[in-house]
């Protein structure tokens, strides 16, 4: 992309939740778990979750800076590095949701083999205003805890 269009603005991004549990994701595991369902979350699969409204918000913040500011790569993620694991945990204690149900394994176990670590490091992001919440310090309403 930056050869055919060198002022472009790349973003690449790790996980990507929303703050009501609506998400692919969430939703998904949220759902299985309320109808008492056990659901498996790797705990060797490592991201950095950042919130739908977050990322959104980092996004247009970038489109307004002028333009030798704003082109490249941006890496936007949540401060965070979890597990998939972690994330499951959240969610539980996030939705007030039964731990119990929740199993941890390894991805090695999976027959396709996904990235393992997708963690960005997100230097170039200490120059704009919003920052990316922590997603265990978000309720499900979206404000934040503490």
Not at 71 to 93: M, Q
Not at 95 to 115: E, I, K
Not at 116 to 125: H, P
């Amino acid at each position: 992309v930056l050869d055919a269009c060198p002022d472009a603005i790349v973003v690449r991004t790790s996980l990507i939740l929303a703050a009501d549990g609506t998400d692919q994701t969430s939703a998904w595991a949220i759902e299985r778990l309320r109808a008492g369902d056990r659901v498996t979350f790797f705990d060797d699969e490592f991201r950095m979750p950042i919130f739908a409204d977050d990322l959104a918000a980092q996004m247009w913040e970038i489109v307004g800076l002028p333009e030798p500011e704003r082109r490249g790569v941006w890496h936007l993620v949540g401060p965070e590095r979890l597990s998939r694991a972690d994330v499951g945990r959240v969610l539980c204690d996030r939705f007030g949701l039964d731990l119990s149900l929740v199993d941890v394994a390894s991805a090695a176990t999976v027959p396709d083999p996904r990235p393992r670590d997708v963690c960005l490091s997100s230097i170039r992001t200490a120059s704009l205003t919003r920052r990316a919440r922590p997603i265990g310090k978000v309720s499900s309403h979206g404000q934040t805890n503490g």
